[in-house]
């Protein structure tokens, strides 16, 4: 199947509500139009320099949203860039992101990236955690927190994945009962290729898929 029937049936097989970001690391501007010509609103980056790249050919046709591990030194670019960062996991990173977004004159929608599994190779903030790091981030006038955004495992039985997704969901319900100043919680990203579907059922409102819409990466 082509890169277009991909997401043809993706987005059929979607419910209302939830939205696909296609993870388009290591893929070509070429294979990116095509996905944004069969539907894709959303492109999901992994390193701000192939960004770069992509973006000089496919500029707004799509939001842009970065889905790696954010070096501090790569927040200026970001910030031109991406229209929504999902994986900030501290303070630091956040107040630079502020900073780079002030300069550029505008806000920054953000996620809190949560490890849900508490693996130590792994990016991403406890989920007990997740308050306190939102609070000190919605403090930040050019920041605004949207929601969270977990990895789980990267492959083996999508089940295995449910655990990880319950936590972050459960993450999530409690920081919107907190009603946090500044924050507006409505976004919950999880789920790919292998694990999308039992996402959603936990209550996923994003979902990143790369194999499934563009084929094994070469």
């Known amino acids: 199947m082509s ?3 991909n997401v043809k049936a993706i987005l059929a097989e979607l419910p209302p509500g939830v939205e696909l ?10 294979e990116i139009l095509e996905a944004v010509e069969a539907g894709i609103k959303i492109i999901g980056e992994n390193y701000v320099q192939e960004a770069a790249e992509a973006f000089a ?3 707004r046709q799509a939001r842009w949203h970065f889905i790696g591990h954010l070096q501090k030194n790569k927040a200026k670019k970001a910030v031109e860039i991406f229209d929504l960062i999902e994986t900030v ?3 630091d990173l956040g107040r630079e992101i502020d900073k780079r977004a002030a300069a550029a004159g505008r806000t920054m929608d953000v996620l809190v990236e949560v490890n849900s599994g508490r693996e ?8 007990e955690d997740v308050e306190p790091l939102v609070r000190a981030l919605a403090s930040l006038p050019r920041l605004r927190v949207l929601g969270l955004m977990t990895m789980g495992p990267f ?3 999508p089940e295995d994945s449910r655990p990880y997704f319950q936590e972050t969901r459960k993450a999530f319900e409690a920081l919107k009962a907190a009603a946090v100043p500044g924050a507006e919680i409505r976004r919950l990203s ?7 579907r039992v996402a959603v059922e936990e209550g996923a409102t994003m979902v990143r898929i790369g194999t499934a819409l563009f084929g094994p990466r070469p």
């Open 3 to 5: 890169i277009a029937d």
């Open 21 to 30: 970001v296609a993870a388009a690391k290591t893929r070509t501007a070429a």
């Open 57 to 59: 050919s496919v500029g």
């Open 89 to 91: 996991d501290s303070l």
């Open 120 to 127: 130590p190779q792994k990016a991403g903030v406890m989920p």
């Open 155 to 157: 492959e083996g039985d």
């Open 190 to 196: 999880m789920g790919m290729t292998n694990s999308w």
